[in-house]
């Protein structure tokens, strides 16, 4: 793992951690770490190509959110709703799959903005689609194949 320092959105510089995940238990581990830090109304954006660990890491914050239910990638219905619990508290994730976005009016039609300022924690998949949307103090993490099948994630914003 390393730290260091990345350029947020806005402008504004952010802390940057560096993992390596072998294996997509490694992925889920990640997850749950970064779930542990996510605050209702926090937008966190994912980008990487098809493949790289998106909704596995996914699956690893709702699992550390409490969610119950199985977590799937929503590309054809765009946005999945789940209820989690963290203490007494509960908590809803928000999932969204900007893949098959092709413009901003599509965003627009989706509610996206209305969607993040709901409170939830919203994760986005394909988040680049809608950077200009996306508030300031927003998330990210990249995630890239590399060879041998290993996937290097840059996590910008929180602090694992």
């Known amino acids: 793992m390393t730290r260091g320092r990345a350029i947020a959105y806005d402008g504004r510089v952010q802390p940057e951690t560096e993992l390596i995940s072998r294996d997509p238990e490694t992925t889920l581990a990640v997850g749950r770490r970064i779930g542990e830090r996510l605050r209702a109304g926090d937008v966190l954006c994912l980008e990487g190509v098809l493949g ?85 103090q927003t998330l990210r993490v990249r995630l890239e194949l590399l060879p041998g099948g290993d996937r290097r994630l840059v996590i910008e914003g929180l602090d694992l």
């Open 52 to 136: 790289s660990g998106k909704t596995t890491l996914v699956k690893g914050i709702a699992a550390s959110l409490g969610v119950q239910e199985p977590v799937t990638s929503p590309t054809f219905t765009l946005v999945s709703r789940y209820r989690g619990r963290r203490g007494d508290a509960e908590v809803e994730l928000v999932h969204i799959d900007l893949y098959r976005i092709r413009d901003e009016r599509e965003l627009e039609d989706l509610g996206l903005e209305e969607t993040m300022a709901g409170g939830a924690v919203s994760v986005i998949e394909w988040g680049e689609k809608a950077r200009a949307l996306l508030p300031p």
